[in-house]
C-alpha cells in the first residue's frame, strides 16, 4: 500500500512541477476490464517522442535538478503488481500519464 501511495505521489508531483502557474492537473480513475485505470494529466511543457523513449532510464530527467529515480522507482513498484503505465505527451501542451493495475476480488482474491 505505501508503495502504490510513493508512486502516485511521484507521478502527481511530476505533474505538478512540469505545469506553470495557471496550468491545471486532473487525476481520473475509472475500471476496465478487471483494471484500475488512474490517469494524471497536466497542461505543462509536454515531451518530446524522444523525451518519451528515455522515461524509466536511471538518471534521466527533464528537470534541472531532476535525478530520475522517483520515475524509475514509480515505474518497478508498478511493475511489481504486475501492471503497467503508459505514457502520451505532446510538446508544449501536456503529458498524461496511465497507471494501469489489476484489480483483485476480494471474495478469492482473483483478478476480476
Known sequence: RSQLK???V?????AIEATPGGGRVR???YLKNGHAHTVI????KGMTTEQLSQ???VFYSTKDK????????????IE???????????LG?????TMILPVKNKKRGAPQ
Open 27 to 29: 487525476i481520473q480513475l
Open 41 to 44: 494529466s497536466d497542461t505543462g
Open 93 to 97: 501542451a501536456g503529458t498524461e500519464v
Open 10 to 14: 511521484n507521478f502527481i508531483k511530476n
Open 6 to 8: 510513493q508512486a502516485l
Open 66 to 77: 531532476g535525478t530520475g529515480l522517483g520515475t524509475t522507482v514509480s515505474l518497478r513498484i
Open 80 to 90: 511489481t503488481m504486475k501492471g503497467r503505465v503508459a505514457y502520451k505527451s505532446d
Open 55 to 57: 522515461i524509466g532510464t
